[in-house]
């Protein structure tokens, strides 16, 4: 079974940085594709962005310029690099690993931005 685990988030002010991490407890990591998605209250869980085996990265136009996903093959972790948040990204992010047919799921990390 493959396990993840989010850290990284908490309060922060408008226009200011966070880092969130995701280690993944499996074998092959290199072989899965990463992603970060968010859920805010009342809302889907959406894609924030993606990261391929092969290093391609997709952003949602919400964050694009903002965040930065990027992933360690060595340490088996995922990043997002957040800057310049804004309240409207407040939300639980989830780290995603997809490999073949299946989807794993982290518990989540709540990312609140506010003044």
């Known amino acids: 079974q493959v396990q993840l685990a989010e850290s990284g988030g908490g309060l922060v002010q408008p226009g200011g940085s966070l880092r969130l991490s995701c280690v993944v407890s499996?074998?092959?990591?290199?072989?899965?594709?990463m992603a970060w998605y968010r859920q805010a209250p009342g809302k889907q869980r959406d894609l924030v962005a993606r990261?391929?085996?092969?290093?391609?990265?997709n952003y949602s136009d919400s964050v694009k310029g903002r965040f930065t996903i990027s992933r360690d093959n060595a340490k088996k972790t995922v990043y997002l690099q957040m800057n310049s948040l804004k309240p409207e990204d407040t939300a639980v992010y989830y780290c995603?690993?997809?490999?073949?047919?299946?989807?794993?799921w982290g518990q989540g990390t709540q990312v609140t931005v506010s003044s």
């Open positions: 995603n690993a997809r490999v073949t047919v299946r989807n794993y």
């Open positions: 499996v074998t092959t990591f290199s072989t899965y594709s």
């Open positions: 990261i391929a085996v092969g290093g391609i990265t």
